[in-house]
């Protein structure tokens, strides 16, 4: 298996921007899905946002508007960034990589997670 490592997450005030990246040891991605989950203190593994080979982005209902998903194929690296954080966005955020489409939410690929927490 490839090796997915999230890096970024750190504490932070509220109204404060984040910017986490996941670097994949190999071209995982290609044109198959990435995505980020996150999992708060005492709550479910929640997606956050998805993106495709071709660009196409997906995100949850509850962050559409939110968060911007982006991926750099050269560099085998996916990025998730938002600002105005507010303390719900405190969670462990994880990435992810899929061998099919968006739609088959079927992710084989999984990093160690990184702690964000918003203050």
């Known amino acids: 298996q490839v090796q997915l490592v999230e890096s970024g997450g750190e504490s932070v005030q509220a109204g404060g921007s984040l910017r986490l990246s996941c670097g994949a040891s190999?071209?995982?991605?290609?044109?198959?899905?990435v995505a980020w989950f996150r999992q708060a203190p005492g709550k479910e593994r929640e997606g956050v946002a998805a993106?495709?080979?071709?660009?196409?982005?997906t995100y949850a209902d509850s962050v559409k508007g939110l968060f911007t998903i982006s991926r750099d194929d050269t560099k085998n690296t996916l990025t998730l960034q938002k600002t105005s954080l507010k303390p719900e966005d405190t969670a462990m955020y994880y990435c992810?990589?899929?061998?099919?489409?968006?739609?088959?939410?079927?992710?084989?690929?999984w990093g160690q997670g990184t702690q964000v927490t918003v203050s």
């Open positions: 993106i495709d080979g071709d660009g196409r982005s």
């Open positions: 190999g071209p995982i991605y290609g044109d198959a899905c």
């Open positions: 992810a990589g899929s061998r099919t489409y968006c739609s088959s939410n079927e992710f084989v690929y």
